[in-house]
Nanobody, 115 residues
């Protein structure tokens, strides 16, 4: 069982930056996939960014060039650096891990971007 704890959310003005962290309860070195999702009120949860064990990444079109996903195996943590934030980025952000054929989710962290 993998426990995930997200942090770093908060209230920021449009154009600002935040860095989200997702700390895992065990080594992430062998995790197949680590990803960030978000869910805005009244909308479906959507993929924001993902990073695979080999280091390849992919991003939602809406965040390309503004968000960067990275992982620190030594700290068992995946990060989401969010720059040039927009009001439409407002959502609860969730960390997801795929390991040994199973998916694990964190509890989410709220990001609110004011205009």
């Amino acid at each position: 069982q993998v426990q995930l704890v997200e942090s770093g959310g908060g209230l920021v003005q449009a154009g600002g930056s935040l860095r989200l962290s997702c700390a895992a309860s065990m080594s992430i070195f062998t995790f197949d996939l680590m990803a960030w999702y978000r869910q805005a009120p009244g909308k479906q949860r959507e993929l924001v960014a993902a990073i695979r064990s080999g280091g390849s990444t992919n991003y939602a079109d809406s965040v390309k060039g503004r968000f960067t996903i990275s992982r620190d195996n030594a700290k068992n943590t995946v990060y989401l650096q969010m720059n040039s934030l927009k009001p439409e980025d407002t959502a609860v952000y969730y960390c997801r891990v795929t390991a040994w054929g199973s998916d694990y989710w964190g509890q989410g962290t709220q990001v609110t971007v004011s205009s």
